[in-house]
Structure formats: structure tokens, C-alpha cells
């Protein structure tokens, strides 16, 4: 097939290839579908929509196989993790797939393949290595307010959805694991894992954090759950963009913190 053939033209392309095949992926090209492609991982599964151009296609499929790589580092149980470690998770292996298909778009490019520009090309460009230049993609997706809101609300939407099927089970063991920052760093060692508890990182819009903060609450009070108050440890971002530190830390952190500044920052 000609869009197999261009892919493998590209190192990174055929790499990729081989690398979701050896996983067991099937790989299929489905008319109807409401965006240019997706990665159904638990299916083993990439599709791809056949209406679009192949210049389009191309960096699609890199996103998409991205994300399947991805499943083999890091599966993130949406109803058994925490929302905060949830939604560190998915905006991180998101950034990751933005900085792998930006990477691919450059080497096509040098190869002489027509692809579709991602919006960070320039940016990695300006980069000699590619390790640095990848970084500088994943922390640029962060700095796109706009976005991040489109994923805050899309988050607040599907935590309102999970609550409410989870309390209705009367299932009492949900948003309760804990997902390490080192764990969910593994699927971009490019980056310091700290940035991914930052500010710039971990903030998430004020509205998306009270819906997802009463949403979990609710659930809480219907099943007796311990409440996931996670969310609440998040630093908030206004409609404006600007980052406020009002975070509600566990009570065992905010304790050593207090005593800590008692004792004038000693040890001991």
C-alpha cells in the first residue's frame, strides 16, 4: 500500500512501524470516523481515517503509534487512579506524542517527504539535539492555554461521567490509587520528571477543578468512599491564563511544612 510505503522512507517511520506490528497492533484504515485517527490500545488497535490526505495522514499515524508504544510503558486506570495523577498522565504521554510526531515531521522533511507541518516544526527545529528539541515541544504543549482548557473541560466531563456510573454500582474502591511521577515520566525521559508537578504542569483550570472536586465528592458521600481529593493539590489556572498556588496539600505534608518553618527551616 503507496501510504506504507512513503511512511517507511522516513527512519523513524519504518521504525515505528515495526516497533506497533511487533506489538501485536493492526493498523486499518475506517471511514467515519470523527477525526483524522485514534489508538484504541486495549483493542490493539490504530485507525485511521481514509478521507484524508496522505501528507496528513502520515504524522497522524506517528501521533497515534505513539500512543500505542506508550501503552507498553505506562496503562492508566481511569477509575482506580487518583484525578490528579490521571490527568498528569494523559496531558504527559499527549505532550510526548506531540514531541514524537513533530520529531518524524522534521526527519520527513529532510527525506523529501510531503507531510502536513505540526505547529511546533519551527521550534524543533532550532534545536540541534534531538533530545533537546523534543523536550522543548513536550514543555511547549503545556504553554498553550487554550488547549489545555479544551483537555481541562474534556477531563471535568469525563470524571462527572465516571462519579456517577461508579456510584450508581455503589462501587466503593474507585479514585484511589496512587500513580508515582517517576512511573508516568518513563514514557518521556527527555524531560525532567520534576516539570511534571510544576506550575506550568500541574495547574489546572479553576472551573475543571470544582467540577471535578464536587463530582468526586458526591460520589463519595453516595458509596462512603473516602473522598479523592486529589484535584485539590493542583495548582489552579484563571481565565486569563494566570497560575495561582492554592493548593490544598495533605494534611501530613502540611504539617511537616508548619513545623518545619517553627523551627526556622532547621533540621532536626
Known amino acids: 500500500m503507496k501510504f506504507f510505503d512513503t511512511l517507511q522512507k522516513v527512519p523513524m517511520g519504518k521504525e515505528t512501524l515495526d516497533a506497533v506490528q511487533k506489538l501485536g497492533f ?22 485511521l481515517n481514509p478521507m484524508m490526505k496522505e501528507r496528513d495522514l502520515l504524522p497522524t499515524f506517528m501521533h497515534e503509534a505513539r500512543h500505542a508504544l506508550q501503552s507498553e510503558i505506562l496503562r492508566v486506570d481511569d477509575e482506580k487512579t487518583v484525578a490528579a495523577d490521571t490527568i498528569k498522565a494523559y496531558r504527559a504521554m499527549e505532550a510526548d506524542a506531540v514531541a514524537f510526531e513533530t520529531a518524524f515531521v522534521v526527519q520527513a522533511q529532510k527525506a523529501g517527504v510531503a507531510v502536513r507541518p505540526t505547529p511546533m516544526t519551527d521550534l524543533y527545529r532550532k534545536m540541534k539535539d534531538p533530545e ?27 470524571f462527572e461521567v465516571m462519579a456517577e456510573k461508579a456510584a450508581k454500582r455503589g462501587d466503593d474502591a474507585c479514585f484511589c490509587d ?7 515520566a518513563a514514557v518521556c525521559p527527555y524531560v525532567s520528571p520534576d516539570f511534571l508537578s510544576s506550575p506550568e504542569a500541574f495547574s489546572i483550570r479553576e472551573s475543571a477543578k470544582d467540577r471535578i472536586a464536587d463530582a468526586l465528592d458526591d460520589y463519595a458521600g453516595k458509596t462512603g468512599a473516602r473522598a479523592d481529593e486529589s484535584v485539590r493539590t493542583m495548582y489552579s489556572r484563571t481565565k486569563n491564563g494566570k497560575i495561582i498556588d492554592d493548593r490544598v496539600l495533605p494534611q501530613k505534608n502540611s504539617v511537616a511544612l508548619r513545623l518545619k518553618a517553627a523551627r526556622g527551616g532547621r533540621n532536626g
Open 26 to 47: 493492526d493498523i486499518r484504515f475506517e471511514k467515519g470516523l470523527s477525526d483524522a485517527g485514534c489508538c484504541e490500545a486495549d483493542k490493539k488497535l490504530i485507525l
Open 178 to 184: 496512587r500513580l508515582p511521577t517517576a512511573k508516568i
Open 132 to 158: 533537546a528539541a523534543k523536550a522543548a515541544v513536550f514543555r511547549a504543549w503545556y504553554a498553550d492555554k487554550n488547549n489545555l482548557n479544551l483537555y481541562d473541560d474534556f477531563y471535568a466531563e469525563q
